[in-house]
């Protein structure tokens, strides 16, 4: 069974910082791209970032960019993601997810690329 798992939700003001982390079991994930996305009350969930696992090359989507970061611990197993600056915008459940991607790179946006999803974690942020 492949299971990734996020924590590190809550509330926090605006122009503050929370870190997810997500733990990944269950095989090995040299090949693999994890990815957040985010999903706020009435839309569709949307990507927010992502890296690849044995590179870690990493990609964003354009409103978070030079406000979140993302990065990987090979020795145990979890993603991050560094949320500054943060803005009532942000507020979502926020999910990690992970993709097969073979030997190469890839950087795909949609979650329908993505094979193994979190149960998501709860991210407020107030004004």
């Known amino acids: 069974v492949t299971l990734v798992e996020e924590s590190g939700g809550g509330l926090v003001q605006a122009g503050g910082s929370l870190r997810l982390s997500c733990a990944a079991s269950?095989?090995?994930?040299?090949?693999?791209?994890m990815g957040w996305f985010r999903q706020a009350p009435g839309k569709e969930r949307e990507f927010v970032a992502g890296?690849?696992?044995?590179?870690?090359?990493?990609y964003y989507t354009e409103s978070v960019k030079g406000r979140f970061t993302v990065w990987r611990d090979n020795t145990k197993n979890t993603v991050a993601l560094q949320m500054n600056s943060m803005e009532p915008e942000d507020t979502a459940v926020y999910y990690c997810?992970?993709?097969?991607?073979?030997?190469?790179?890839?950087?795909?946006?949609?979650?329908?690329?993505?094979?193994?999803w979190g149960q998501g974690t709860q991210v407020t942020v107030s004004s």
């Open positions: 997810a992970a993709q097969d991607c073979g030997p190469s790179d890839c950087y795909s946006r949609l979650k329908s690329s993505f094979n193994y």
């Open positions: 269950g095989r090995t994930f040299s090949t693999y791209t």
């Open positions: 890296i690849n696992w044995s590179s870690g090359n990493t």
